[in-house]
């Protein structure tokens, strides 16, 4: 009989099936393995398992815990990757993998989320490991910056705030050309609407708070990858401590089971909220892939499936103008992080991108006038009604 997980389902069916094992007691989903240790029989057993002459559970810091593993499982066959790493933050997953793969140097492309950009110049820097930043505009750069082999390339796309979108196939073939590896943070595309991995890069790493969570109730990291390449991540994973707890494991298994609806919903709005704002008066820019005069539209149109829920509108008159839009908002909820059921709008000069001077946001086109919407699943005619009497307030 042919297996729930075989590539010859859809990608919903292997989601909503994803299973490691049949629950006892006729559950469709497995209980949480809520425990930290697992007793063995005798000695020899116990040794059988950590020499990995048998398979077992071991101690749930590491990894090995029933609830987690099925989780990676599930988020493996999302990216179509060997393997997969489940963390305690989107944070966790990005520094565990700049650790395993980045020591010789990292070379990063386009604009990055704040924190990420942080870690690197106040972290990751000053432990003596060559950071990189290129423009999205200096890409042509790039086979200078890896100067030498072992490099890891690093990138967003779409990227936050801009929406900006790198050719990932392209980037690859660049990168291995120079021995480098690339890694793709794929959060705002979802593996729904974008699977990195089948465009030839070489890692995938999500905030899985954002999307694959859904429902702002969960912290949490994923990085899909092969296993040759997981396994280094893991061993960072393991001894720093980033491990995801079980029960917030099963809640994200629980979350994945709907990723594919609430994506296809999150496209629908988000373009036609990017549709109605392009025409308004009282916006300088709407920044959206799906619209047929962004930049990188047609480049989105070949290496995606959907657009994603993020959009980006810069209102004239630049920063306290922003604000005020924001501050008249009804619906959509002053607040930060995204990828929700509910719509969520921050301005990045003061949130996600706060820590960035201003000349150096400037030079990645992040405007203080910038607000970033999180278009969640409401009724799309309400939200464009929200933004429209918070915009005819100015």
Not at 172 to 181: L, P, T, V
Not at 202 to 219: E, R
Not at 324 to 336: E, K, Y
Request: with cysteine; glycine share 8%.
């Amino acid at each position: 009989m042919q297996s729930k997980s075989s590539p010859a389902y859809g990608q919903t069916t292997r989601i909503i099936h994803n299973r490691r094992h049949e629950d006892s007691f006729g559950s469709p989903y497995s209980p949480v393995y809520n425990t930290t240790t697992y007793r063995y029989p005798n000695t020899a057993s116990l040794e059988d398992v950590i020499e990995g002459r048998t398979q077992g559970n071991l101690y749930t810091r590491w990894g090995s815990n029933p609830s987690i593993l099925e989780l990676e499982q599930g988020l493996a066959d999302l990216e179509g990757a060997g393997d997969a790493l489940a963390f305690a933050a989107g944070m966790a997953a990005i520094s565990a993998t700049f650790f395993a793969h980045g020591r010789k140097g990292i070379v990063c492309v386009g604009d990055l989320y704040g924190g990420t950009q942080e870690l690197l110049t106040h972290h990751i820097e000053p432990l003596g490991i060559p950071v990189t930043f290129l423009l999205h505009s200096e890409i042509s750069q790039l086979d200078s910056a890896l100067n030498t082999p072992g490099k890891l390339v690093y990138c967003e796309s779409p990227a936050n705030p801009t929406l900006n979108i790198l050719d990932i196939h392209a980037l690859a073939e660049q990168s291995h050309a120079r021995g480098a590896m690339l890694a793709v943070d794929n959060t705002f595309a979802t593996p729904i609407n974008q699977r990195p991995l089948a465009l030839g890069a070489d890692i995938s790493i999500h905030s899985a708070s954002k999307y694959l969570g859904g429902h702002s109730d969960l912290t949490a990291g994923a990085v899909m990858a092969s296993a040759e390449k997981i396994h280094p991540i893991a061993q960072w994973r393991k001894n720093l401590g980033q491990i995801l707890a079980p029960d917030t494991s099963a809640l994200l298994s629980r979350s994945l089971r709907t990723l594919p609806v609430r994506i296809k919903q999150h496209n629908n709005n988000a373009l036609a909220i990017a549709q109605a704002m392009s025409r308004h008066p009282a916006i300088k820019q709407v920044l959206y892939p799906g619209l047929s005069d962004f930049s990188g539209h047609n480049l989105a149109r070949q290496q995606m499936d959907g657009y994603g829920g993020m959009l980006t509108i810069d209102i004239a008159g630049g920063k306290e103008q922003a604000a005020r839009v924001a501050d008249s908002l009804q619906i959509f909820l002053l607040a930060t992080s995204l990828g929700g059921v509910e719509s969520l709008v921050s301005q990045p000069c003061i949130t996600s991108h706060h820590g960035i001077p201003r000349e150096e946001r400037e030079r990645h086109g992040i405007t203080d006038g910038m607000l970033r919407l999180s278009v969640g699943l409401e009724d799309e005619h309400d939200l464009i009604a929200d933004l429209q009497q918070a915009l005819d307030r100015l």
